[in-house]
């Protein structure tokens, strides 16, 4: 969660061989997911003619994905990762807007969820060396042309993505993705939101990087492909 996985969702989903932009919260275990998939993507919209691909996000360790089990279908698995910082005071900030004691409006509720799914993706990265391709999260706003050109590579698309995108019927909805204004903007923005005013305990976040520090470079390391903010120069 919050590492801009409704901006890259709205940049793909934009794009004419691409369907989804929104999280179907769904697992893919079995071969009936994806006809699900289609399914939940079509009650709110149309596939678009000439298209390849449906999208989805996975943000928890509860909607798993099992690409042996779904019979043979063509993966392109995305896996992005943003430092703790910035993603634990956007997740507080964010459930503890909504009130009514949220799941992780808490620092420690939010670490838990952020560590354990770092631990996640690090043994399903392991599991499938060379079946992904790894990102930092980062890169959507600090790099965004040198990230986009290497997704649209990796996915094969006759139009590249651009930082350019739609906005649809689902786009800011509850339980779908980014809530704020920001998504609406139609197009990836350098700026971002101020959380300053959320504390997170040191205890904590120094739990977080060495869980981060660790869990990425086993991602990066078993990725088929990938691109990080130390090798990618500004755009």
């Not at 786009?171 to 959380?195: L, M």
Request: net charge neutral; proline share 5%; hydrophobic share 35%.
């Amino acid at each position: 969660m919050r590492a801009y996985t409704s901006l890259a969702g709205h940049v793909l989903g934009s794009n004419p061989a691409i369907n989804g932009y929104f999280e179907m919260h769904l697992g893919y275990e079995d071969a009936g997911a994806l006809d699900r998939q289609l399914a939940e993507y079509r009650k709110h919209e149309d596939l678009k003619d000439g298209s390849r691909y449906l999208f989805d996000k996975l943000l928890h360790n509860a909607y798993r994905l099992l690409p042996e089990r779904l019979g043979p279908a063509r993966l392109k698995i995305l896996v992005g990762i943003r430092p703790p910082e910035p993603t634990l005071r956007s997740i507080v900030d964010l459930f503890g807007s909504k009130g009514g004691g949220e799941a992780y409006a808490s620092p420690e509720a939010a670490t838990r969820y952020y560590m354990e799914r770092l631990e996640w993706l690090a043994g399903f990265c392991r599991a499938r060396t060379g079946a992904y391709f790894y990102f930092d999260a980062e890169l959507f706003r600090a790099r965004p042309r040198a990230l986009l050109s290497a997704l649209s590579d990796w996915l094969e698309l006759e139009e590249p993505l651009s930082e350019h995108y739609q906005v649809f019927s689902q786009t800011g909805k509850a339980r779908r993705g980014d809530s704020s204004e920001f998504i609406h903007r139609g197009e990836i923005a350098r700026g971002r939101a101020d959380y300053r005013h959320i504390r997170i305990p040191r205890q904590l976040l120094d739990q977080a990087q060495a869980t981060y520090l660790r869990c990425r470079q086993r991602v990066v390391e078993f990725a088929a492909d990938s691109r990080t903010l130390d090798e990618v120069a500004p755009s």
